[in-house]
């Protein structure tokens, strides 16, 4: 049986004392943040998704122009860069593209570097789009922080960067309970 959260809890709150009380051997030090980051990129997917009818916009389009407004002048990339950015699939980012294009938010171009490629680049329309729903997106993820001091935000911010994933080689498999190997 566990017992009740105390005042000021939270769901993860009751989840770590439900674990605590149940299977206690299962809490590590990351347990509690990582529950609490789900929850926060959870807060902040339903942020983006509230205001993205309002731009009429679906969530791939929306990462399309953003990236595109994002790389600068002159608001273009080539279709595989795109899709790297964004980690989508080629055939992803072409159909996306396609939509964009009809629109009239985004031209396809050939390449002035190569001849056989093209780049994605806004139109004037695509990048007022795109700085239209950059600032919503902020005011979107600002409310979720609301209740939180500007204080709090840096501070969070700043330790998320010292734990955060680096690129590098791929964490080892844990050595416990049923993949610990028998030697």
Do not use: C
Request: proline share 8%.
């Amino acid at each position: 049986m566990t017992a009740a959260p105390g005042p000021g809890s939270d769901p993860v709150d009751a989840l770590i004392g439900a674990w605590r009380a149940e299977l206690p051997d299962v809490l590590r030090p990351s347990t509690e943040l990582s529950k609490r980051i789900t929850q926060l990129a959870g807060a902040l997917d339903r942020a983006t998704r509230r205001i993205l009818p309002e731009l009429g916009l679906t969530v791939a389009e929306f990462d399309i122009l953003t990236a595109l407004r994002r790389a600068g002048e002159p608001y273009a990339m080539k279709p595989n860069a795109l899709a790297r950015a964004l980690l989508l699939s080629s055939g992803g980012i072409s159909n996306v593209v396609n939509h964009l294009a009809a629109r009239g938010l985004v031209l396809r171009e050939p390449s002035s570097d190569d001849g056989r490629s093209t780049v994605i680049r806004l139109t004037p329309d695509g990048v007022a789009a795109a700085e239209h729903a950059v600032r919503l997106h902020a005011d979107a993820h600002e409310s979720v922080f609301a209740e939180a001091s500007p204080a709090a935000v840096h501070a969070a911010a700043r330790a998320l960067r010292e734990v955060g994933v680096r690129s590098g080689p791929e964490p080892r498999p844990l050595r416990t309970g049923r993949n610990r190997s028998r030697s």
